[in-house]
């Protein structure tokens, strides 16, 4: 069974750190290009960031660039999100996902195939 399970979320004031990770299970992630993904309350679910199966290359919501890193780690069959200078803007459920392309980064969901149940990020004093 496909499963991907994040997380890491919580509480954090701003300008503080969290990192996210998502567990995979049930297939090797390391064969695809891999994704984050946030809702906040009211909004569309967006796109945060993407990384190839070799780490070649990544993307960026340009509003989260300077201040996420997405990473993997293809033997542990994990990936992560550090986030760091947080600030309101940020809170929302943050979704990992497995896409089906390779050896280019995805920043549309339909480019997705398997999705987390999501992790709370709330950024607040």
């Known amino acids: 069974q496909v499963q991907l399970v994040e997380s890491g979320g919580g509480l954090v004031q701003p300008g503080g750190s969290l990192r996210l990770s998502c567990a995979a299970s049930g297939f090797t992630l390391d064969f695809y290009t891999i994704g984050w993904f946030r809702q906040a309350p009211g909004k569309e679910r967006e796109f945060v960031a993407s990384i190839t199966r070799r780490s070649t290359d990544t993307r960026y919501h340009y509003s989260v660039r300077g201040r996420f890193t997405i990473s993997r780690d293809n033997v542990q069959n994990r990936m992560f999100l550090q986030m760091n200078n947080l600030n309101p803007d940020d809170t929302a459920v943050y979704y990992c996902?497995?896409?089906?392309?390779?050896?280019?980064?995805?920043?549309?969901?339909?480019?997705?195939?398997?999705w987390g149940q999501g992790t709370q990020v709330t950024v607040s004093s």
């Open positions: 996902a497995q896409s089906r392309l390779s050896d280019y980064t995805a920043n549309e969901e339909f480019q997705y195939d398997y």
